[in-house]
């Protein structure tokens, strides 16, 4: 090691720490709940049978989900600084180049176009908290829930006004700081979202359906289970954790010296999949109460699921429920993809926290018009993927977000040396060999399948 890593060791966050592990467990939980959980995992293990994609998916979330979250926590820890700054001074450190810094800049980049849509997403859930409120689900068919979500995304101003709403909530939470705006939301947000699953989950045991929600979710079919079904199972096992973009590693360089990063990733992968497990127990047997598809596609949130509110006592409560839930779970998420940027901003220009995620959700909120317009005065233009949005969710989801998993798992295993990774995590026993096994052979193999799946080069007919 060198003598700069000697002086510096430990080295001390610019921008505070987690009060404690249950803050940094309660925040990176946040980072990974999102949209995948609540709104995808539901219909991709619909449209992949049920039961058998769900045993899949637990295996590869703790055989390689698990080992990535360490790699890249114990990454920001060791760094403390921002994903583009940590990578590169830990390539150096490490013998390597600093140029593994570009790893860095291009997930803190990733984060902002991931955000950039997401955000518009996001959106969409918060204008159904008022259309919920309202009663405009109440005895729609589906032609006219179909309208109400035209009239959403098919007018770019309103689709802008509600982007607008949400990344100034985004701004608000991250120019506070770690402890006075992370922490303090996430420990607000978290619960809060348990709390209205639970609601919900308490409605979906009433339905009458719950026991073949539950079968459908648990009772594996294997028949069912195709060769593109596994490959979709690791693909969402990977992507539900938020890593590979820098979210993750910079929460890690707020994370105390004393505290467990096996201990504290076990208890994030658990419960972020408890929660994913939470909403197909809820929306499943709802779907199936109203003949609905548990495979309807992206659509289940915005088009299914209202009708079924629609046309269900108490409707108006439990689709307000549902689209507030939805509304926390995707600001969590956004909150920590503008982090990663806000902090890089912070330690290379010396300006405010403020002035950070202001300049910062500025330039993620102008990319989301982009995306606003994608499906209205943008629609017909097309070009490679699809439309703008198109091309942006495929460059981010299938190409960048694989590629810095990899890398970065490939740095933790590879380029950091045994007595480094092994000081982040408490020891070189067991546990340790276990994680050391994984984050240098499988996890970068199961990677490298998802990402061939992603970009159609390996692919199951």
């Known amino acids: 090691m060198s003598e700069e890593a000697a002086v510096n060791a430990p080295r001390k966050s610019l921008h505070g720490h987690w009060s404690s592990r249950m803050a940094f467990v309660l925040a990176v939980t946040g980072s990974a709940v999102g949209l995948g959980n609540v709104w995808k995992f539901p219909y991709v293990a619909g449209e992949n049978g049920g039961g058998a994609f769900v045993l899949v998916y637990l295996i590869c979330v703790f055989v390689v989900g698990l080992p990535i979250m360490m790699s890249e926590i114990l990454i920001g820890r060791r760094g403390r600084r921002n994903p583009a700054a940590t990578m590169a001074l830990l390539g150096e450190?490490?013998?390597?180049?600093?140029?593994?810094?570009?790893?860095?800049?291009?997930?803190?980049?990733?984060?902002?176009?991931?955000?950039?849509?997401?955000?518009?997403?996001?959106?969409?859930?918060?204008?159904?908290?008022?259309?919920?409120?309202?009663?405009?689900?109440?005895?729609?068919?589906?032609?006219?829930?179909?309208?109400?979500?035209?009239?959403?995304?098919?007018?770019?101003?309103?689709?802008?006004?509600?982007?607008?709403?949400?990344?100034?909530?985004?701004?608000?939470?991250?120019?506070?700081?770690?402890?006075?705006?992370?922490?303090?939301?996430?420990?607000?947000?978290?619960?809060?979202?348990?709390?209205?699953?639970f609601v919900l989950l308490g409605y979906s045991m009433t339905t009458g359906y719950f026991q073949q929600g539950l079968a459908f979710l648990f009772t594996p079919d294997f028949s069912a289970l195709t060769p593109n079904a596994v490959l979709a199972a690791m693909g969402q096992a990977f992507f539900s954790l938020s890593v590979g973009m820098g979210a993750v590693m910079a929460y890690g360089a707020y994370l105390p010296e004393d505290t467990s990063i096996t201990k504290a990733s076990f208890a994030v992968v658990s419960a972020d999949t408890f929660i994913a497990l939470l909403a197909g127990l809820t929306i499943f047997p709802i779907v199936f109460a109203n003949g609905l598809s548990p495979g309807s596609g992206p659509g289940l949130v915005f088009q299914t699921l209202p009708l079924a509110f629609g046309n269900m006592t108490g409707g108006v409560i439990f689709a307000t429920v549902?689209?507030?839930?939805?509304?926390?779970?995707?600001?969590?998420?956004?909150?920590?993809?503008?982090?990663?940027?806000?902090?890089?901003?912070?330690?290379?220009?010396?300006?405010?926290?403020?002035?950070?995620?202001?300049?910062?959700?500025?330039?993620?909120?102008?990319?989301?018009?982009?995306?606003?317009?994608?499906?209205?005065?943008?629609?017909?233009?097309?070009?490679?993927?699809?439309?703008?949005?198109?091309?942006?969710?495929?460059?981010?989801?299938?190409?960048?977000?694989?590629?810095?998993?990899?890398?970065?798992?490939?740095?933790a295993g590879w380029i950091m040396c045994a007595n480094s990774t092994s000081e982040e995590l408490g020891g070189a026993g067991r546990l340790y060999r276990a994680w050391r096994f994984l984050a240098r052979w499988v996890a970068p193999v199961a990677v490298i399948l998802v990402f061939l799946n992603a970009i159609g080069v390996l692919s199951f007919t």
């Open 93 to 197: 450190e490490e013998g390597s180049t600093r140029r593994w810094g570009l790893v860095g800049v291009a997930g803190v980049f990733g984060g902002m176009l991931i955000l950039s849509y997401y955000s518009v997403i996001a959106g969409w859930s918060l204008s159904y908290i008022g259309h919920s409120i309202t009663g405009s689900f109440t005895d729609q068919d589906a032609a006219g829930i179909s309208a109400i979500f035209g009239s959403i995304v098919g007018s770019w101003w309103t689709a802008a006004g509600w982007h607008t709403l949400f990344m100034a909530l985004t701004v608000f939470v991250v120019a506070k700081g770690v402890e006075g705006g992370l922490e303090r939301a996430v420990r607000f947000m978290v619960p809060g979202l348990l709390v209205l699953m």
């Open 322 to 411: 549902f689209f507030l839930l939805l509304s926390f779970a995707a600001w969590t998420s956004a909150i920590s993809l503008m982090e990663a940027a806000t902090a890089w901003l912070v330690e290379s220009f010396r300006v405010s926290r403020v002035a950070a995620a202001s300049v910062i959700g500025g330039i993620i909120w102008a990319l989301g018009l982009g995306t606003v317009m994608s499906f209205n005065v943008l629609s017909e233009v097309t070009f490679l993927a699809g439309t703008l949005f198109d091309n942006l969710d495929f460059l981010t989801s299938n190409i960048m977000l694989p590629l810095g998993g990899l890398l970065i798992t490939v740095f």
